[in-house]
């Protein structure tokens, strides 16, 4: 960039913090990294995606993650408590609820 305005402002925009986005097992394996690096006065940043049978009739959501939601939840639940003066905020992915509750009859899911 050659204006040095935008300059100064793209370096303020790439300090900000974002959600990371817990969508695959790998991933839960990077959580205790990301809260270690968070600094102090700052909030680690977490949205809970690829909740076990969130939508199994859906090809593009087909799961990786075999386990069920009460064991996926306190992998991640396990992992924050091990780290209690951490500013943590969690999100649960927005469609996510809505497909366990409607899509709990499929067979799909068995």
């Known amino acids: 960039m050659t204006d040095k305005s935008l300059t100064a402002t793209a370096k303020k925009v790439a300090s900000v913090r974002t959600f990371m986005w817990m969508d695959s097992i790998a991933k839960l394996q990077t959580i205790p990294a990301l809260i270690d690096q968070v600094p102090c006065g700052q909030i680690a940043g977490l949205v809970v995606f690829d909740l076990p ?53 499929l067979t799909t899911r068995q």
Do not use: Q, W
Request: hydrophobic share 40%.
């Open 53 to 105: 049978g969130r939508d199994c009739a859906a090809k593009a959501s087909n799961r990786e993650l075999t386990v069920g939601v009460i064991e996926y939840i306190d992998h991640i639940r396990k992992i924050l408590l091990a780290r209690p003066d951490t500013a943590l905020a969690l999100i649960v992915e927005p469609d996510s609820l809505p497909n366990l509750v409607t899509k709990d009859d």
